[in-house]
C-alpha cells in the first residue's frame, strides 16, 4: 500500500457522492439505451423510446446542474498530498482535463439533443406532461448539422468516462493508494 494511510483521505460529502454515482449510472444507461433504440426500425416502440430517451436526458441535464451548484458551493477534497506527490504532471493535467470535459459533455449532449429536437419540429414534453421550449426554431437544414453532433459528443463522454475508470482501476489495483474511498459510500 502506498504511504498515504486510508483513513486520512478526505472523502467527498454524501450529497457529492449521491449525485456522481446517480448521474454515473444514468449516463451508463442512456448511453446504452440510445445505442440500442437507434438500431430500431421506425415503428410507435422506436417513437416511445426516442421519448423516454428525451426525458433522460431532461433529467441528466436538471442532475448536471444540481451537480455543478454543489460543486462551486461545496469544495471537493484535495488529493491526498501523498498522491500528488508521486503523480506525475501529466496525470494531474489529465485528472483536471477529463473532469472539465465530462462537466462540458453533461452540459453539451442533452442540450444539442434539445436543439437537434427543437429544429426537427418534435417538441420534448417532459413525462408526457411538461411541454419544454423550443431552444431553436424549426429549421431542417439545422437539424441535420446537429443530429451527428448528439453522436459524437455522446461518444466523447463515454470515451471520457472509460479513461476515468481506467484511472480509477489503476489507483485502486496498481497505486493501491485508497483514493477510490473518496467516492464509495
Not at 417532459?126 to 459528443?153: M, N, R, T
Not at 475508470?165 to 473518496?182: P, S
Amino acid at each position: 500500500m502506498n504511504s498515504a494511510s486510508t483513513s486520512s483521505i478526505k472523502r467527498y460529502s454524501a450529497t457529492a457522492m449521491g449525485l456522481h454515482w446517480v448521474l454515473a449510472l444514468a449516463l451508463i444507461g442512456i448511453f446504452g439505451f440510445g445505442l440500442y433504440m437507434t438500431g430500431l426500425p421506425f415503428s410507435p416502440a422506436r417513437l416511445k423510446y426516442f421519448n423516454w430517451h428525451k426525458w433522460a436526458g431532461m433529467t441528466i441535464l436538471m442532475l448536471s446542474v444540481l451537480r455543478l451548484v454543489w460543486r462551486i458551493t461545496h469544495r471537493p477534497p484535495e488529493l491526498p498530498e501523498a498522491v500528488t506527490r508521486t503523480m506525475p504532471g501529466w496525470q494531474r493535467v489529465a485528472h483536471h482535463g477529463v473532469h472539465h470535459l465530462m462537466y462540458v459533455l453533461f452540459f453539451a449532449i442533452p442540450l444539442v439533443g434539445w436543439m437537434y429536437s427543437s429544429a426537427a419540429g418534435f417538441p420534448i414534453v417532459l413525462f408526457g406532461q411538461i411541454p419544454l421550449p423550443d431552444l431553436v426554431g424549426k429549421s431542417p437544414e439545422l437539424a441535420e448539422a446537429l443530429k451527428p453532433w448528439h453522436g459524437y459528443l455522446a461518444y466523447a463522454l463515454a470515451a471520457l468516462v472509460v479513461m476515468h475508470i481506467a484511472a480509477v482501476v489503476k489507483h485502486q489495483l496498481i497505486d493501491r493508494d485508497g483514493l477510490l474511498k473518496r467516492m464509495t459510500p
